[in-house]
């Protein structure tokens, strides 16, 4: 299944996707009336086994609805928490002039960065170095905890999703502490468009990834340079800490990064970012300046 949330923001029905190309071409099914959203207690009390046989028969026999003109939103909630795997591509390891790691590095997210995948980006305040990374995101489906195997991670993945994990890079690397500063700014985290069940991916460590900023290619990568796969990384994490259902882990992006280049390149406003990972969809985001003021009504998820 492709799952994916449609209408205005914080008032998103979920739906699942009927065809895939373009937005103004893909259609999808509303899933309104039988789910309440996807959420934890979504996830967590084994919603998609359950919606599964609704959205064959609804994709079978029902009138399909076209996603032009509407608005689509991350494919699932604000989870309790977004963490991410750094350096976890070795040619992105390279290209800054970091050692691949040995074990998975850690940092997290702020979860109110959720926005959707073709929602504004915004710089924020004080920013120099903003950048860009097209990354798979991870989709947790049941509360997870000192899972004995990799083997065993796979039944507590939902789906892959593809994310943007905009980054202030002055604020991460020269402000003397944690990544997280550099992460959490208000829209650094584009979610979507759809959440892909496991089973609709043939090789999630085979998945082209690319991004481009004002139509120029500045990333292109593979899943297949991870260091760590998705399923060692939710084991993994899971010796640490709890994973609850709806959680999301960014895990790591390939090359190209505004920091990798020579001379660096940062967004600025005015700029649009398009991106993509092969059998999860495409993004893109408009880069718009800081705000003069504070923040009224939440733009995110």
Partial sequence: ??????????????????????VSESTYVDLSDVVDDFNEEFFGSGGLDRIRPIVAERIASGTPLSLEGVRVGAPFTRPHQILCIGLNYSDHAAETGAEVPSEPILFTKSPNTLIGPNDDVRIPRGSTKPDWEVELGIVISKRTSYLNSIEEARDHVAGFTVVNDVSERAFQIERLGQWSKGKSAETFNPAGPWL???????????????????GARR???STSTMVFDPYFIVHYLSQFLVLEPGDLINTGTPPGVGMGMKPQVWLQPGDVMELGIDGLGSQRQNVIAPRVSAPGASATE
């Fill in 219 to 221: 990333q292109t990568g």
């Fill in 1 to 22: 299944m492709k799952l994916l949330r449609v209408g205005p923001v914080g008032s998103e029905k979920p739906a699942a996707l009927v065809s895939d190309g373009t």
């Fill in 196 to 214: 892909v069940t496991p089973d609709e991916i043939p090789d999630v460590l085979n998945l082209g990834m690319w991004l481009d900023i004002n």
